[in-house]
């Protein structure tokens, strides 16, 4: 079929910036070219096909198995003789004995499942002309548009968190033009059947790993037509001559939480549907599109424009490393606050390795929450980028593993509170999996304590710590009871852990005390310590902490001036120098343990790391290297590996992480980055433009959150400042830097402080 692209480029702009558009479909096996849409927990992949669209679809509940313990009871008799093969320096021994002894049973999680597809198959059309597909950041609304036989045809697709359905809208510019047949397809054990007017998939899930499935789902597709006919056959419905139509599609599993799949997946959807149905279209799309846009609008990021903004997003990414293109970095950033809108609110299930889309069975990695990393990753842009109540759903599930991590904790560890290792997934594991050379790392549910700390920081709500303290509590009691005294410096060591997950030069994973380990857990106490101090409570449990912390390891310099990894300097002798994780600078980014202005020694260390890794790597792990060059005040460095990550290599033509394959917390990671390079308020201060790469001379930036509870807002000309603003909704002092000018300000509650580029 020819297909010609709306006046040829360009010439349709909508009038604003956040938009994603295309000149032909998505072809219908290319996943990561079709646009997603989501409300948390409802995910749709939007592919514009014109003869015949498909809409694939996820629930955020839909993963394999079903509720499982997989603590595994021979690991707390094996724990001494591990950790005296650690210290004997039989590093290869103890990852065998590991291997064997306390890994999960099953030694693998679930995975998340699709839900399946919808199918809508048109008349076939003569050439197609004004092609266009979009998707609108401002409204969430996905919209395919084209000219066939001189009629116009358009859809639109979102999916509604106050009314929990996908709509998909379909009308045309004369009356009577809206026919196709509608059909379901899924990989599940699942039957499709279609009743009057409506679609209905009745499923259960997969079994996962010896974990037999226990959920049972149901989708259903209400087709409410204006106009015309809609005619059922056995498992499709036919739409004929109508003026418009709306889809109205709702999905739902039987799962309550990680222990109880009881739910009434048919009375929930059965619900949903209803109650839309009686809203008009107009009346759906607007209460969407205002939910919506009371979360997006709160920022607004603006680093230039120029011509390119004209070219289709496929034809920028492929163009952006070599063109004049700053607004695609921004298109960029605002991308990764529309997936955390769309794959993270209150009462759902947390962003996963893919957010909430998934066309697969199977997925890489099963897309589950990886938390040495992925998860925590995802939740960087969260905070600086206006969206704190978007981490409420990962709140909730640290709540669960202090449930589910203590029974690990008392049966592996011989140990109090809780542990979570380097995965989790629906049903909340904790025990190790994967293998020993993965799975061996106990400091997952302490770095995800410290990711939930940073929300209260940000905003100061006693009334989050409150529920917190105790989870992060948990976090600690564990580490105090695990912790040993290695025996060359006698400081106190996690053991066995990793380097997630590299190999050290003795050709092996395991060992003791690695960096991050004592980065994050040194993190952690402080936390505590100061969550205690809020509180008002735990003044004993305090000083316990404090002592401690003192005996933490160090952070050292190692032998080629970089930061060391591990407790002794094997970095020069590891076998693969240029690994994609970078832990061992957790201490630089996320965390502020090592300061460009207070640590500079260390900084130059981890600088010195970094060069030693290199700049190019997998997705999120080149995102993590735009944040740890911009702490390191180098925009220049730190553009030039996010001109990287936003190339075909690393950038997908609907803007999603290519890990690859697809990964979103890459994603996450590249706008944490921007905003890094535009502000920066760890250690007691707000810095503008920190790390301002020449790429973007002149720019505006609203709504951006820091540390204290306060919104500001830049602008500059010419690579300098020149205003800015902050609002103090909380009246907390604060410090304000740029470059070598720095004041202490104290804002009262609710007003803004107005600057000039010399701070005055």
Known sequence: MLVIAANSYGQEESGHPWLLWYA??????????????????????????????????????????????????????????????????????????????????????????????????????GAVTDYRRELDLDTAIARTTFTSDGVKFSREIFSSAVDQVVVVRLTADMPGKISFIAGMTTPQDATVKADGDTLIMDGVNGSGNGVKGALKFQARVRVLATGGTVSAGLDTLSISNADSVTLLIAAATSYKNYHDVSGDPEAIVKKQIRAAAKKSFDDLRSAHVANYQKLFRRVDLDLGGSDAMKWPTDERIKNFASGNDPQLAALYFQFARYLLISSSRPGTQPANLQGIWNESMNPPWNSKFTININTEMNYWPADVGNLAECEEPLAAMVQDLAQTGARTARVMYGARGWVAHHNTDLWRATAPIDGPQYGIWPTGGAWLCNTLWENYEFTGDKKFLRQLYPVMKGSAQFFLDTLVEEPAHHWLVTSPSLSPENKHSHGASITDGPTMDEEILRDLFADCISASEILGVDEKFRGQLAAARARL??????????????????????????????????????????????????????????????????????????????????????????????????????????????????????ASGIAEMLLQSEGGKIEFLPALPAAWPAGSVTGLCARGDFEVGIEWKDGKLISATIHSLAGNPCRIRYGNIVRDVKIRRGETLRLNGDLQ
């Open 24 to 125: 032909a479909p998505a072809s219908l096996t290319n996943w990561t070219a079709a646009l997603p849409v989501g409300n948390g927990r409802l995910g749709a992949m939007v592919f514009g096909g014109i003869e015949r669209e498909r809409i694939q679809l996820n629930e955020d509940t839909l993963w394999s198995g079903g509720p499982y313990d997989p603590v595994n009871t021979n690991a707390l008799a094996a724990l001494p003789e591990v950790r005296r093969l650690i210290f004997a320096s039989q590093y290869a021994e103890a990852q065998t004995m590991a291997g064997q002894t306390m890994l999960g049973t099953p030694s693998r999680q679930m995975s998340y499942e699709t839900v399946g597809d919808l199918f809508l198959s048109f008349p076939t059309n």
């Open 553 to 670: 390891a160090p952070l050292q310099i190692g032998q080629a001036g970089q930061l060391q990894e591990w407790l002794e300097d094997w970095d020069m002798q590891a076998p693969d120098l240029h690994h994609r994780h970078v832990s061992h600078l957790y201490g630089l980014f996320p965390s502020d343990q090592i300061d460009f202005y207070n640590t500079p020694q260390l900084a130059a260390a981890a600088k010195k790391s970094l060069e030693i890794r290199g700049d190019e790597s997998t997705g999120w792990a080149t995102a993590w290297r735009v944040n740890l060059w911009a702490r390191l005040h180098d925009g220049d460095h730190a553009y030039k590996i996010l001109s990287f990550l936003i190339s075909p290599r690393r950038t997908y033509p609907d803007l999603f992480d290519a890990h690859p394959p697809f990964q979103i917390d890459g994603n996450f990671g590249g």
